[in-house]
Structures are given as C-alpha cells and as structure tokens.
C-alpha cells in the first residue's frame, strides 16, 4: 500500500493510459518496492526480486525503470500526488499541532517509519531521488500553508509571514529525531515544536525580512 503522507518516474516516448494494465503494473510493482523498503531498507531493492513479488515480467521493470533508484523516485512522485488535506480549526496553534500530530503518527507507525527512513536513506545517495523527496516534502508543505494563510487573514499574524517556513518549523525538529536515531518523536515533541514555531513566529522569525526566500 502506497503512504499517503510521500518524482516522477523514468522518461518516456509516450505518457501510459491511464487505467489499464499500464496502470495496475505500477501499482504492484511500487506496492512490491514500498514493502522491500520497509523489510530491507534501500540495500534490499532488487529489480529482479520486485518484479517477482509485483507478479509483472522482469524484462517490464528493467525497460520502465532500469534502477533502484528510479523505483524510489516513482515511489515518491506517487506518495506526493496523494492529498493530505490541512486542519484548519480557526485558531493556529490546534492547525500546527494537528500537522506536528500527523508527523508524528506517520514515523511512529510500523510501517511508515521505516518507509521513511529508507526513502531518506535513498535521497543521500542519488540526485533524482533527492529532488523526488525534496517535491513529495514541499507538496506536504503547500497542502499546509493555507491555515497559517488563515492566521493571516484573521490578522493573528503579521501579512509578510512566510507561510512555509513556519510549516517546516513544525515537522523539521520531529523528522531530526528520527534521522538522528536518537529516538522517535512523541506527542511531547509535537507540542514542543509547535510552541517553539508560535515563539519564534512572536519574535518575528518568519517575516520575509528574516527568511530566506531561496529555500525549498
């Protein structure tokens, strides 16, 4: 089953119809290579071995996408077209902790966490795969900034506030923890990302004099 919290794959002559048998061999074949990266990380990707478990001829998974690599970076383009849809409460710090929520969630679950590990694992390695990670992220992002847009039309925060800066300010801290191994994120570490993002967002950190606007 492909995650719906995380690009596209290898070029092609012609785009594939959609639906069809076209379509039902990509699902297998990235159902097949979600679920080796999450038994075997990113060393367990085997073209031959996922065209096995997908059921699809082996000859179709080398000609359509040649590398591991290429399998992830599919695998992503497909995570980042699933819509992860924003809380939007009214007031922002319930929509940021509902965001920090859903991080936290999604690594502490048995399946994504591992799933996410190695996707990051991949990234490390391959420039595809980095930018197929850097879009599904920043996709997440945009799915989010519209309840900070609301704290600004409701005039709660200044109107030059860069409204993705403050949504990375949520997830980073959670996502560090996991990279770092040094434990998974808890609902504590929900809350205090979100209290250290309204406290920085106070002091005026996220206003377009003070962030960088050549980030992702």
């Not at 290429?70 to 849809?85: I, W």
Request: aromatic letters at 4%.
């Amino acid at each position: 089953m492909v995650d719906t919290t995380t690009p596209r794959p290898e070029g092609r002559t012609a785009p594939p119809r959609p639906g069809g048998r076209t379509a039902a061999v990509r699902a297998a074949v990235l159902t097949a290579t979600e679920d080796a990266l999450i038994d075997a990380g990113f060393a367990g990707i085997d073209l031959s071995a996922i065209a096995a478990a997908a059921g699809v001829g082996k000859t179709t998974v080398y000609r359509r996408w040649g590398t591991p690599e290429a399998l992830v970076a599919d695998l992503l383009g497909e995570m980042a077209t699933q819509s992860v849809s924003a809380t939007r409460t009214g007031n922002l710090a319930d929509d940021l902790l509902a965001n920090a929520r859903l991080v936290v969630d999604t690594l502490r679950d048995r399946r994504q966490g591992p799933l996410f590990g190695a996707l990051i694992a991949a990234a490390t390695g391959d420039d595809r795969t980095r930018e197929a990670l850097a879009e599904f992220y920043r996709t997440r992002v945009r799915e989010w900034v519209s309840c900070v847009e609301d704290a600004i039309v409701r005039g709660d925060i200044p109107d030059d506030t860069d409204t993705s800066a403050v949504i990375r300010s949520v997830s980073a801290p959670l996502y560090y923890l996991m990279l770092t191994g040094v434990r998974t994120p808890t609902e504590h570490d929900a809350r205090m990302a979100v209290d250290a993002t309204l406290a920085a967002l106070d002091s005026g950190a996220f206003t377009a004099d003070t962030v960088r606007t050549d980030t992702p």
